[in-house]
Each structure stands twice: as C-alpha cells, then as structure tokens.
C-alpha cells in the first residue's frame, strides 16, 4: 500500500506543480506583468519542479529497492551453501537498474523538449522572415524554405538522440 502512494505522489506532484506553473504564468500575463519577468519566474519554477521530479524518481527507485532487497536476502540465505559470491551481487545492480531507469527516463524527456523549444525558436525566428522575403521577391521562396526546415530539424535531432537514450535504458 504504500510502495502504491509513494508511486501516486511521484507522478501526480510534478504534474500539479507544472500546471500551477501554467496557470500562475497566464494569470501574470494577463495582468500586464512584462514577458522577461514571467520567464524569468517560469524558469526558476520549472527548476523548482524539477527538483522535485529528481527526488521522487530516487525515492521511487529507493523503495522499490528495498522492496527487492528483502526477497533477495531470503534467496541469499537459502543459497548461501551453493554459491555465496553471486548472491550478493544481485541486489545492488537492481538497485543501480532503477536509478539508471529512471534517470535514462528524465534525460530523455529534457532532451526531447529543449529540442523542441530550441526549434520553436528557430522557426519563430526564421519564418516570419522567409514570409517577408517572399513576399518582396517570390524567387527566394526555396532559400527561405531551407531556413525555416533547418530550424524545424533541431527538434528532430533532439527526438533521434532521446530514442538512443531510451534504446540504452
């Protein structure tokens, strides 16, 4: 029962203190608060939150190893006569699995959305220009096609390197 709440809590507080987060961000925007100082405050929000997510994945994986700990000392006590130096070893690199797991798990999620808030930019920045250019001459309709792609293809090189990192997990 509590390996369940401990589950519930580590996926339901990042997801409340993220949309708190939103919510708190457009009711500053819409009291005429300057965009730089609610970016400011969502940066240090979105850290605050992450600390939070990093040390509910090690107190998930914590319990989870010492809810795996306890069978595999019974095992250890029964194998003991057979073979007393694999026993041992077994415990701790589930331990290590878990950590590495959900590490892996975070790595690739900040990956994933850096990326895509770095292509964001890139084509926030670089599409309202290729519309311009083209308007002034339709003949560099191509070149400016090339720009925005290649600002829409940082995103895709942040989803190829988090489908590495989850094939590793």
Do not use: H, W
């Amino acid at each position: 029962m509590l390996n369940t709440l401990v589950y519930v809590i580590a996926i339901l507080l990042p997801v409340a203190a993220l949309i708190a987060l939103t919510v708190y961000s457009v009711k500053q925007s819409r009291k005429g608060i300057a965009g730089k100082k609610i970016i400011a405050r969502n940066l240090v929000g979105f850290m605050v939150a992450l600390v939070v997510i990093g040390s509910c994945v090690f107190a998930v994986s914590a319990a989870a190893a010492d809810a795996d700990a306890a069978p595999a000392e019974d095992a250890m006590v029964l194998s003991a006569a057979e073979d007393t130096a694999a026993a041992p070893e077994a415990a701790p690199s589930a331990a290590s699995d878990g950590i590495n797991k959900g590490l892996g798990l975070i790595a690739a999620a900040l990956v994933t959305s850096f990326a895509g808030i770095g292509g964001g930019i890139a084509v926030a920045a670089g599409a309202p220009a290729a519309i311009a250019a083209t308007s002034e001459d339709p003949k560099s309709f191509g070149k400016s096609l090339i720009f925005v792609a290649l600002g829409e293809s940082i995103a895709l090189y942040g989803v190829v390197i988090s489908i590495l990192i989850l094939n590793k997990v």
